[in-house]
Nanobody, 116 residues
């Protein structure tokens, strides 16, 4: 079955960096776009960015553009989210997502906390 497993979250100081990883299985990874979302308490889930199957297109939300970067390794079925210059407002649970035949699949999420 489709599985997405995020890892790499934790506590980081403002201005720091963190790399999240999403390990995928159960589908043809190199044929589908992968997206990252985040959700903080009391807020709706927010789209962060995505990457097309070839890795050549990576749109980002205005709030993270220029600080966050998404990569994928189709040989390893993994997608990563490199986050730089993290700020307290980036604190959230981060999820990777794939849409397969009109069905949304989500990982369990990984918590990122930005605090001094």
């Amino acid at each position: 079955q489709v599985q997405l497993v995020e890892s790499g979250g934790g506590l980081v100081q403002p201005g720091g960096s963190m790399n999240l990883s999403c390990a995928a299985s159960g589908f043809t990874f190199n044929s589908l776009a992968i997206r990252w979302y985040r959700q903080s308490p009391g807020n709706e889930r927010e789209w962060v960015g995505g990457i097309n199957p070839q890795g050549s297109l990576t749109p980002y939300s205005d709030s993270v553009r220029g600080r966050f970067f998404i990569f994928r390794d189709n040989a390893k079925n993994t997608c990563s989210l490199q986050m730089n210059n993290l700020q307290p407002e980036d604190t959230a649970m981060y999820y990777c997502h794939v849409l397969i035949e009109d069905t949304d699949y989500w990982g369990q999420g990984t918590q990122v906390t930005v605090s001094s």
